[in-house]
């Protein structure tokens, strides 16, 4: 659904109304002036009635339903949805960095209560994006992961710096179906060229929705928000498998970290080779529907990433 519209130069206040309702609701940016909406009838409702709002400023407006067939791509308008969750959940991950230092530094049962409503708007907050993040951004995952860390905090004074699970027993992760959800892109991506290429050559990779997925004996989730295997704290799935696996080569360490940067933008490591891995997965992902032909693609990518990180030993 595309919401085109003109709004008058005053009051100003107005325009800043309009441009928060348009955020409220989830809504992108195609063009400085046409937001666009998955179709669907409820968003439909959304755009009604804003249009609705903003004729009765003195703006024009017009709604239709669009298939865009030059200047964007239907994967290029998902990926704005996804970049503004993303931005979303960044900014709880802000917050809840900031909550667990303030735990830390004071550690008093009256700032564990403070922290606990602070927690509570963060969850609110939370399920505000949630509600409008219509494809699934990875972003949540690092916000989820990072509240699991608040929480064993406050109810075990625990820093959050946790040592990370013990890594599977020899054999314990081949011979197993693993599941993540559909959509790959970078981290999924690199979990799937790491099983099939450290831990299991065999290995059954399977791609579901994601949301309440239930697993079938002997599958493992990975980059899920229940998975077996997903983000915890401010690690992405693919260095938690790494860690999982018991799997010790530098050179699998360095490509962690470029996963790591892409996938939770939030430039811990800051290796140069990151802008560029980016901008491939980028590419495969907006040029292949195919969850597998993307996995296909990708395992060159890090086939010879790792080569490259092995000829400068990490």
């Known amino acids: 659904m595309l919401l085109i519209h003109q709004l008058p130069s005053k009051p100003a206040y107005f325009r800043v109304k309009i441009w928060r309702r348009l955020q409220g609701i989830g809504a992108v940016a195609v063009k400085s002036t046409v937001y666009a909406l998955p179709a669907n009838a409820e968003m439909q409702e959304d755009f009604e009635w804003l249009l609705k709002e903003i004729v009765a400023g003195g703006g024009e407006a017009m709604m239709c339903e669009a298939r865009l067939v030059d ?28 909550l667990a230092t303030e735990i830390e530094a004071n550690a008093t049962s009256e700032k564990h209560a403070e922290a606990r409503s602070q927690l ?17 951004a990875s972003g949540r995952l690092a916000v989820e992961g990072y509240f699991a860390e608040v929480e064993a905090m ?23 179906i693993w599941v993540t959800r559909r ?38 989730r990975f980059d899920m928000f229940e998975g077996e295997i997903t983000h915890e704290g401010d690690r992405c799935s693919f260095e938690v498998l790494l860690a999982r696996a018991g799997i010790a080569d530098p ?11 892409i996938d939770l933008k939030d430039g811990k490591f800051n290796r140069e080779e990151t802008t560029g891995i980016a901008s491939l997965i980028a590419g495969i992902a907006m040029a292949n529907a195919s969850d597998e032909q993307r996995i296909a693609e990708g395992a060159s990518v890090f086939d010879n990433l790792y080569r490259y990180f092995r000829s400068k030993k990490g």
Do not use: N
Request: proline share 3%.
């Open 251 to 261: 050179a699998l360490q360095a490509i962690a970290e470029v996963v790591h940067d």
């Open 120 to 136: 509570g708007r963060l969850r609110k907050r939370l399920a505000e994006v949630v509600a409008i993040d219509f494809f699934g």
């Open 71 to 98: 200047g964007l791509s239907d994967a290029q308008v998902r990926a704005l949805f996804d970049a503004a969750r993303d931005a979303d959940y960044a900014e709880i991950v802000k917050g809840a960095r900031e």
């Open 183 to 220: 959509d790959v892109h970078v981290d999924r991506i690199a979990c799937s060229w790491l099983i099939r290429r450290f831990i299991d050559a065999d290995a059954t990779i399977r791609f579901v929705a994601g949301k309440g997925y239930v697993p079938k004996e002997g599958e493992l």
């Open 154 to 176: 406050l109810e075990q004074d625990e820093p959050m710096t946790k040592e990370p699970k013990a890594a599977a027993e020899p054999g314990a992760l081949k011979g197993r």
